[in-house]
């Protein structure tokens, strides 16, 4: 979503302007071969409306990217900033929120699936078909070996409790909505996310 | 929250306690400043610390950690005592008329029909007598010796200043001004806000601690209001979101309960939960679950839900233990029971207690996937990171991958914030390399599942292989897709009860009232139908204006349930349907129906001489001040000793070892060989985040690596002057689990305490740092903190230990 100017933002670029064209009227116009002035860092960006990930006040964001998502061009993100707009957080960050750009380009971001062999130091480059296949075998195998279909009682449980899952509480709902319903529907109960904890 | 973030600034009064607001979630806490600032409040903290919440504060307490309920049961005693309750409120809207059954009692610290073999209780006894339609019986005089209001005069009657004091440390004269400050607020025209988080829930009796808190502000008329309710900051992004979806092991979305392997008929499943009212004509609106739990199973089963499979009813997994929580799931791993592990987002080896055990845990696994954005310590458990992570990979043999995802900044969808809003957000970037959002790496698992079981069968693949998947690109669903879904829709016309028709087939719902148990309607989470209805989705709303003057910004973005911004709203007007005063006022009738400055949270038809009462999803449509079911260790809250507690004994009950600490929890024996005596680790400590940090993702952000780069403990300056410390000294602390080592604060935010006649230092210790990204390699907090958890919820206990702190 592309972010409408708002009315501050109208009267400075306003201010802006007039500034700069009165300025020339009285012949203060700089030497043409340095008239092109520095544009500030954001002009140009596209702008995107998030929510900070880390407490859950919800504080609004503006994600700054460059780009126009053509094919060839990169959009990455080089600023981040409060969202005025936002009732609770009015643009205000924390220091943590002040800090999302180096989360979203931090050195530490993976890019590539990995495995770790048994017994072995060091990580291994794979492509994604190998890891889903290898993990969707291993579940597989547990699942058919260990899935318990009555208990010692004779009561129906249709439970798989040898395989668990921890969900993320930085995860969309939307994520989450599918996690539960594919984890329910393979019957496992050992099934938690950080509101344990 | 009942309440939410703006709300705050309508308080007259603000109660931080087990919270830290203005450290660790800043930019919320700048309600409390414009609640001090435009409306006259006052700030009050009750901390182990002289937290920056404190700094700011009007007037602070010092408190030893885990005695919260002792701290506000004798503020209990004290607002009946002395007559400070809201008493038309306490009469109208809570549970405090109705008579408690002859056999129910309270003796040295235990309630009736404790089982010392099991540590469990059985409850018959805890209920009210009922008439014989099924009604409970009452006392509307409140004078009955059995009613709830005298059983909980009585049992707070013991918790008077002195015991208060002895028991919490504080100082007597600070004990009895927060009380009165408290007090204040039983006005009808005036309301307190309480606001906690973490502090709170980490305990072995958290969840009683939080009720006692509830039990406060039903006394003084607080629930409902504006600047009132019990307000819990919630720790992340979307920890409040997942918790509504029931993403916890015994969770269907929208707060809904997976069977028992007891529960074996369909029938008597819905009937245990689908409750009827208590008090004659309460609304008591789960007894609606059926039509909740139909509507799930269509949108999970489609077709394949019918009446005549009782909607698919057996495909759901039962439930043989309580809980599958983290805790008893590591004492599983630990014995070899479990063979593959998924970590979605989450850190387990820097976030549960007692790393060693987690370790040791994470290696007796077949297989581990890791599903995060950035490197965690837990997908490198395996890997020798000197003294900080003393492990031998060749000794391991789990198999681990790690798959990179998008983080927030990469994706759509929503999060729900602490108060309940649902807000819409845009991806603004690509993920880098080959990185996949969660959804597409879960579709891309389970359509390969699905192939397996279809190419060589296998165990019980109805389920799965009958999942209802209508997403246009299978290998993706789109945010989008899922959020209608959990939203709902009509399968086929829906009527209501006079043959009109509410909604068409294949047309969004508007709200949970839609919903059928005849399979003609599907819904994912019940709770959130209304945010994506035929108009659109409502949760990218952006309209901030608050007509008003109010603060509930109704256009901003869609909260639930059905956009109500103040839980129990009803509750803030009299019994008439007028409001108890003007400038508290949320909802109100006009002689035909109820309106207000938010979405009433009533039916808004129920005229108030139907008598229905504001607590629409209880029973007996009242406050609670008596649990009669859902808590393990009892209807009245009662203090219990941490587990590992720095004094003898508990001082409620010196004489009954049974009751030193709480006798509903579990402990596995191999933890309780692990908790360590005061003798041997001298001092309480308490773990906690910076404002700085987050978690250990920060870690890896250079900025706050800046800001805080490196371990350190908070050591009062008379224990740091007893033990030779100075400030900068490193220093270890120890517990009976392992140890850290870490820069010394020495603070004079931390002070000692007298409790139970002996002097008690505490020890702070922020949860932070771990062995990798950019700031200094240390050790994890965890490594110190006890496997034990509340007695409910099987939350550890990080916020009360042991330790003993050494110059190194």
């Not at chain 1, 504080?59 to 936002?86: K, Q």
């Not at chain 2, 592990?341 to 007692?354: D, E, R, V």
């Not at chain 2, 706050?704 to 740091?720: D, R, Y």
Request: aromatic share 10%.
């Amino acid at each position: 979503m592309t972010l409408k100017i708002t009315r501050r933002q109208f009267f400075k670029l306003g201010a802006a302007g007039m500034a700069t064209s009165s300025m020339a009227m009285m012949g203060f116009a700089p030497e043409p071969a340095v008239a092109s002035i520095r544009h500030f860092k954001l002009s140009g960006a596209k702008i995107t409306r998030s929510n900070c990930t880390y407490c859950s006040v919800g504080c609004g964001v503006l994600l700054y990217s460059r780009g126009d998502e053509a094919i060839n061009t990169i959009d990455n993100i080089y600023h981040v900033e409060g969202d005025p707009d936002h009732p609770v957080s009015r643009g205000s960050l924390c220091p943590k929120g002040s800090g999302l750009l180096d989360y979203v380009n931090s050195d530490s971001r993976l890019s590539h699936p990995q495995v770790r062999e048994p017994g072995t130091d060091e990580w291994k480059q794979i492509s994604w078909d190998e890891a889903l296949d290898r993990i969707a075998r291993h579940m597989k195998d547990d699942r058919d070996a260990n899935f318990v279909t009555q208990n010692d009682a004779g009561s129906t449980v249709n439970h798989w409790l040898t395989t668990g899952f921890l969900a993320a509480s930085a995860s969309t709902n939307e994520t989450a909505y599918l996690t539960q319903k594919i984890v329910r529907s393979l019957g496992m109960l050992v099934f938690d996310n950080q509101a344990r904890v | 929250m009942t309440n939410h973030w703006v709300d705050i600034r309508n308080a007259d009064l603000i109660l931080a306690m087990g919270g830290n607001p203005a450290e660790a979630h800043p930019v919320g806490f700048r309600w409390v400043m414009e609640a001090k600032e435009k409306n006259d409040a006052r700030l009050v903290v009750v901390d182990p610390r002289f937290t920056r919440t404190a700094a700011v504060a009007d007037y602070f307490a010092e408190i030893r950690t885990g005695t919260d309920i002792a701290f506000l049961g004798g503020l209990i005693n004290y607002l009946i005592e002395t007559d400070q309750i809201h008493h038309d409120y306490v009469r109208a809207y809570t549970d405090a008329s109705l008579i408690v059954r002859e056999e129910f009692g309270f003796e040295d610290g235990l309630f009736t029909g404790y089982d010392a073999e099991s540590n469990e209780y059985a409850t018959e006894s805890w209920n009210y007598e009922y008439d014989d339609e099924g009604f409970a019986r009452r006392d509307d005089t409140l004078q009955h010796p059995r009613c709830v209001f005298q059983l909980m005069r009585e049992h707070y009657s013991r918790y008077t200043l002195e015991v208060v004091s002895n028991v919490c440390g504080t100082p007597r004269a600070k004990i009895e001004h927060v009380w009165a400050m408290v007090g204040e607020t039983a006005a009808s025209d005036r309301t307190m806000t309480i606001l906690y988080a973490l502090g709170w829930t980490q305990h072995s009796i958290g969840s009683q601690i939080i009720r006692t808190a509830a039990m406060v502000q039903l006394l003084l008329g607080n629930m409902g209001l504006r600047g009132g309710g019990v307000n819990a900051l919630r720790g992340h992004s979307n920890i409040q979101g997942l918790t509504d979806l029931g993403l916890l092991s015994n969770l269907l979305p929208g707060y809904m309960r997976l069977p028992k392997d007891d529960e074996q008929d369909y029938t008597n499943y819905i009937q245990e939960r689908a409750r009827p009212p208590l008090v004659p004509d309460q609304v008591s609106y789960w007894r609606y679950y059926e039509r909740f739990h139909v509507s799930l199973m269509k949108a999970w089963f489609g077709d394949a839900a019918t009446a005549e499979n009782d909607w698919c009813f057996e495909w759901l997994p039962k439930l043989s233990e309580t809980l599958y929580d983290v805790l008893h799931t590591f004492e599983r791993m630990h014995h070899g029971e479990v063979n593959g592990y998924f970590c979605q987002g989450f850190n387990p080896l820097a976030a549960f207690p007692h790393k060693a055990k987690i370790t040791a845990s994470l290696s007796r696994l077949k297989y581990l996937v890791v599903i995060d954005p950035l490197r965690t310590e837990t997908a490198e458990f395996w890997k020798n990171h000197g003294e900080y992570n003393d492990v031998d990979p060749s000794t391991i043999d789990t198999e681990v991958f790690r798959l990179p995802t998008t983080c927030f900044a990469e994706e759509n969808g929503t999060i729900v914030n602490s108060s309940r809003w649902l807000q819409w957000f845009w991806a603004a970037a690509p993920p880098p390399g080959e990185a996949r959002p969660d959804t597409a790496i879960l579709a891309g698992l389970f359509l390969r599942l699905q192939r397996l079981y279809r190419e060589e069968g296998g165990a019980f693949a109805e389920p799965l292989l009958n999942l209802h998947w209508p997403y246009r690109f299978p290998e993706e669903p789109s945010p989008a897709e899922l959020a209608r879904e959990y939203n709902g829709w009509a399968l086929e016309d829906v009527e209501d009860e006079e043959r009109r028709i509410v909604v068409r087939a294949g047309e969004q719902l508007e709200d949970f009232g839609m919903l059928r148990a005849d399979g003609s309607t599907a819904c994912g989470c019940w709770l959130f139908a209304g945010c994506w209805p035929e108009e659109g989705n409502l949760m990218t709303r952006r309209d901030n204006s608050d007509p008003y003057g109010t603060g509930q910004t109704l256009g901003w973005a869609w909260a639930w349930p059905a956009n109500r911004r103040i839980l129990y709203n009803r509750a803030s007007a009299r019994p008439d349907g007028t409001p108890w005063a003007t400038r508290k006022a949320v909802v109100w009738w006009n002689g035909q129906r109820w309106v207000g400055n938010d979405v009433p949270d009533f039916p808004t038809d129920s005229e108030p001489a139907a008598n229905q009462r504001p607590f629409i999803m209880n029973q007996t449509g009242s406050g609670q001040f008596f649990a009669r079911d859902r808590m393990v260790e009892g209807p009245f809250p009662e203090h219990y000793e941490p587990f590992e507690t720095p004094i003898a004994n508990n001082p409620l009950h010196p004489d009954n070892p049974l009751a030193k600490h709480n006798p509903g929890a579990r402990v596995f024996e191999e933890d309780r060989a692990n908790f360590g005596t005061f003798e041997e680790f001298p001092h309480a400590a308490t773990s906690y985040r910076l404002t700085e940090h987050f978690h250990y993702w920060t870690m890896h952000n250079r900025l706050n690596a800046i800001t805080q780069p490196e371990k350190f403990v908070e050591i009062g300056e008379s224990l740091a002057s007893e033990l030779g410390i100075e400030r900068g000294d490193r220093v270890r602390v120890s517990s009976k689990r392992g140890h850290i080592d870490a820069v010394a604060v020495v603070t004079k935010r931390i002070r000692p305490l007298q409790v139970a006649g002996q002097t008690v230092h505490q020890i702070g210790i922020p949860l932070h740092w771990g062995f990798l990204g950019e700031t200094k390699k240390s050790h994890l907090t965890n490594t110190l903190t006890p496997s034990v958890g509340d007695a409910n919820t099987q939350t550890p206990e990080y916020k009360s230990f042991l330790v003993r702190v050494d110059k190194l």
